[in-house]
């Protein structure tokens, strides 16, 4: 069974007007969200065999903090500019290009494309991922490349303000 946790970066630092939207990293309520989902996943005992990742900062920044929580040699983080402001096409295409050896995948990228691409594949309504969200499916074919319309099924959806500790 493949299975796919679709997770939006954590919150970013829009106080330097000079930069791009491209290299803006994460704030401090990012820096603490980031590093508190992957001990939500870790606890879970929930470990990737792959993480894509859109190259903007805070999407590494985000990937990074994750990784180091659940385990995952973050220098192996792949990064995809195709990732980076992502409609539901170009990510399908970039899940369906995955070799099928790997069986749980985290998949870390940006709004509006990454809440489209969840209600997508999975028929189920998904008001708005925020940040630091994650949303979790298990593939109804056992194979990367039939990621599509309805082609998963909804297992959960958590983000850090539904948990009291946060």
Same mark, same amino acid.
């Given at each position: 069974?493949?299975?796919?946790?679709?997770?939006?970066?954590?919150?970013?630092?829009w106080?330097?007007?000079?930069?791009?939207d491209?290299?803006?990293?994460?704030?401090?309520?990012?820096?603490?969200?980031?590093?508190?989902?992957?001990?939500?996943?870790a606890?879970?005992? @929930?470990?990737?065999?792959?993480? %894509?990742?859109?190259? /903007?900062?805070?999407?590494?920044?985000?990937? *990074? !903090?994750i990784?180091?929580?659940?385990?995952?040699?973050?220098?192996?983080?792949?990064?995809?500019?195709?990732?980076?402001?992502?409609?539901?096409?170009?990510?399908e295409?970039?899940?369906?290009s995955?070799?099928?050896?790997?069986?749980?995948?985290?998949? @870390?990228?940006?709004?509006?494309? %990454?809440?489209?691409? /969840?209600?997508?594949?999975?028929?189920?309504? *998904? !008001?708005?991922?925020?940040?630091?969200?994650?949303?979790?499916?298990t593939?109804?074919?056992?194979?990367?490349?039939?990621?599509?319309?309805n082609?998963?099924?909804?297992?959960?959806?958590?983000?850090?303000?539904?948990?009291?500790e946060?």
């Amino acid at each position: 069974m493949k299975t796919l946790y679709i997770i939006r970066h954590a919150k970013s630092d829009w106080s330097n007007p000079l930069l791009s939207d491209f290299d803006r990293p994460l704030n401090k309520r990012g820096e603490k969200s980031a590093p508190f989902m992957g001990n939500v996943l870790a606890k879970a005992h @929930i470990h990737p065999d792959l993480i %894509l990742s859109s190259p /903007a900062v805070r999407a590494q920044m985000t990937a *990074i !903090e994750i990784a180091i929580k659940v385990g995952y040699d973050s220098d192996s983080i792949v990064y995809n500019e195709r990732l980076y402001a992502a409609d539901c096409t170009a990510i399908e295409r970039v899940l369906q290009s995955i070799s099928s050896n790997h069986k749980t995948v985290f998949l @870390i990228g940006h709004n509006p494309g %990454l809440t489209e691409f /969840a209600q997508y594949i999975s028929g189920h309504s *998904i !008001e708005n991922i925020p940040t630091c969200g994650i949303v979790c499916m298990t593939l109804k074919e056992d194979d990367w490349n039939s990621i599509g319309k309805n082609s998963t099924q909804f297992i959960s959806f958590d983000y850090p303000k539904k948990h009291k500790e946060y």
